[in-house]
């Protein structure tokens, strides 16, 4: 079982629509959460860190959930600039050191 | 600006040849690290670094070294033993303290063998 698991995509969605993503990850001591944005051939740029009690940026709302160890992503009204490569990313802390494990990124089109 | 600047944008490699791809910041971070990046699959460890002078091995480190000499810089060598290359490679860096820090990374660079 991979340590970051994402939706499978592409998700290929009209403008306007509501969509979301799910995460889940296998280590329990996972502390800290948050999803990227890749567009082709760029750079991952961090969207939003994802909190216990859940936050909210503009039309994006994220979610944990520490008991079944997932996080989620929802794009309200979505727009033709949303249209990306998201990145669900797990940060442990091992030791002194810590890592961060990215998933495989799901997929988003919004089509006119 | 403060910011992580990697370089060369494009790099092609030779069979046998070892190649060097730079990473700079100016953020005053104290970890760096160093991703391959395969179509349509998320990002795989190669290196990481905390401190200068220290580093270590992350998922898929054969076939790759790399240094830490100054708090600014940590450039990775593609050696020759590494048989298949071809990917874009992400350098990032982030402050150590707390427990959001956040993760930040140079605009990429893509290596192709000849």
């Known amino acids: 079982r991979k340590e970051v698991e994402q939706d499978p995509g592409p998700f290929n969605v009209p403008e306007g629509a509501t969509v979301a993503f799910n995460c889940t990850y296998s280590n329990s001591a996972s502390q800290s959460f948050f999803w990227y944005r890749q567009d082709c051939r760029k750079e991952p740029k961090l969207l939003m860190s994802v909190y216990s009690s859940g936050n909210e940026d503009g039309r994006f709302t994220a979610q944990l959930n520490r008991a079944s160890q997932y996080i989620s992503l929802l794009i309200r009204d979505s727009k033709l600039s949303d249209s990306a490569t998201y990145l669900c990313v797990v940060s442990i802390s091992s030791g002194s050191a810590r890592q961060l494990t990215f998933g495989s990124g799901t997929q988003l089109t919004v089509l006119p | 600006d403060g910011g992580i600047t990697q370089s060369p944008k494009y790099l092609f490699r030779k069979e046998g040849q070892n190649v060097t791809l730079s990473c700079e910041q100016n953020l005053n971070h104290d970890a760096m690290y160093w991703y391959r990046q395969d179509p349509g699959q998320g990002l795989r460890l190669i290196y990481y670094?905390?401190?200068?002078?220290?580093?270590q091995k992350g998922d898929i480190a054969e076939g790759y070294s790399v240094s830490r000499e100054k708090k600014e810089s940590f450039p990775l060598t593609v050696t020759s033993a590494q048989k298949n290359p071809t990917a874009f490679y992400l350098c990032?860096?982030?402050?150590?303290?707390?427990?959001?820090?956040?993760?930040?990374f140079g605009s990429g660079t893509q290596l192709s063998v000849l």
């Open positions: 990032a860096s982030r402050k150590q303290r707390g427990r959001n820090e956040k993760l930040f």
């Open positions: 670094s905390q401190i200068v002078n220290d580093f």
